[in-house]
């Protein structure tokens, strides 16, 4: 978690130093004092409002004009009472953990120079991969080049771009990190319980069962279905013969489409036969791909494809691919690309992952889901003790 939330701070470093430590910058926008809101009597200015909205304006792209279009209007003022409410929430954040005595000591203002400093070799890490993609062959240069200096170098001219200091940076870390303590001492005891895993565990295994797709979009992957690969030769038609199919069955007229599609692939069979023939020879399949082969996604692919009944490729090819048996290759098959010659390479059984192998990956993530109900709940109860004053109109 710790270095998902380093990497994440590396990315958003300038909206996040801008936010964050917006009470301590020079920038202009800070200097109207007009209150725009108060929590328990403490104020929330312009100023502070500002600093945000404008780095939310080049976030969403709006210019000066956008501001001034009555089309624009309502979607602006949504965007800026969002802003408010943020505003709003951090500052009773901030209150409650003042409060509670979670407030930023050395011993958390080193930890946030470390992070810091983790935060600039993540950096530093990223600009070498990219400088190892980008420039092959150049590895003696590459080796010249202090990634380091260079992420350091990086960090501190955004941040002077917008008034920062590293040490107000750091400042700004070190007080979400007491933020974050403060939270988890209030969370500390909400978690899954066994009955409650075992119960998420027999849902989402069925769900995943009966809809492969979800698989996809589930957490925790508990159930792998049958999968096969394989390697094909297309024999494809025409751009423009698959955009006029494409045009006919976007109009609706499904038959002139099948007609159309019927003539073009018996254009294209005598060349896709005599592709099957030497498959079926014996010749060898790679080469065959290489020589004959129309699908971009075969060129230096040697893996293949893997397929399973999700309707990632289109049904004909599944269908096909998954039928058929060890070395063995198909007929011509026939879909709205061309025709396909399917060879099998490997088969992998499905596999349903039990709760105790899987117990771990539940549990963390059910922990997080109520403590993130746990958490809206508190804040749910803070908003409504707090004594909150917004005034929309002065934004």
């Not at 949504?78 to 929430?89: A, G, R, T």
């Amino acid at each position: 978690m710790k270095n998902k939330r380093i990497l994440a701070l590396a990315l958003v470093l300038i909206m996040v130093a801008l936010i964050g430590c917006s009470s301590k910058t020079g920038n202009d926008d800070l200097k109207d004092k007009t209150v725009v809101g108060t929590v328990n009597g403490e104020k929330i200015t312009k100023g502070e409002f500002n600093a945000l909205y404008n780095q939310m304006k080049q976030s969403y792209y709006i210019s000066d004009e956008d501001e001034e279009d009555p089309e624009m209007m309502e979607m602006i003022a949504q965007l800026k009472s969002e802003l408010l409410d943020q505003l709003v929430m951090e500052k009773l954040i901030n209150q409650k953990a003042k409060e509670a005595g979670f407030e930023v000591t050395e011993e958390t203002l080193e930890e946030a120079r470390l992070e810091l400093e983790e935060i600039i070799a993540n950096l530093a890490d990223q600009m070498e991969i990219i400088d190892s993609e980008t420039e092959e062959g150049q590895e003696e240069d590459q080796d010249k080049k202090d990634y380091t200096a260079e992420a350091k170098a990086y960090v501190e001219e955004e941040l002077a771009a917008m008034g920062q200091t590293q040490d107000e940076f750091i400042d700004f870390l070190a007080q979400q990190m007491a933020i974050e303590a403060y939270i988890e001492s209030l969370l500390e005891d909400v978690e899954a319980n066994e009955d409650e895993i075992e119960e998420y565990y027999n849902e989402r295994l069925e769900s995943q069962k009966s809809n492969i797709v979800s698989i996809d979009y589930d957490e925790v992957e508990l159930y792998k279905p049958e999968e096969v690969r394989v390697k094909h030769v297309l024999i494809g038609l025409s751009q423009e013969d698959m955009e006029k199919y494409d045009q006919l069955i976007g109009e609706g007229k499904d038959k002139e489409a099948k007609e159309h599609l019927e003539e073009k692939l018996k254009e294209i069979e005598p060349r896709a036969m005599e592709v099957l023939e030497k498959a079926q020879n014996g010749e060898d399949f790679e080469k065959l791909i290489e020589e004959y082969g129309e699908d971009a996604g075969m060129k230096d692919n040697s893996v293949g494809y893997i397929v399973r009944r999700d309707g990632d490729f289109v049904p004909e090819f599944e269908e096909a691919a998954l039928n058929l048996k060890e070395g063995e290759i198909s007929d011509l098959v026939s879909t709205d690309f061309g025709y396909h010659i399917i060879k099998f390479y490997e088969r992998y059984p499905q596999k349903i992952f039990t709760l105790e192998e899987k117990r771990d990956e539940l549990k963390e993530y059910l922990d997080y889901e109520k403590k993130a109900d746990a958490w809206a709940v508190i804040l749910d109860e803070w908003m409504k003790e707090a004594d909150i004053k917004k005034h929309e109109n002065k934004l």
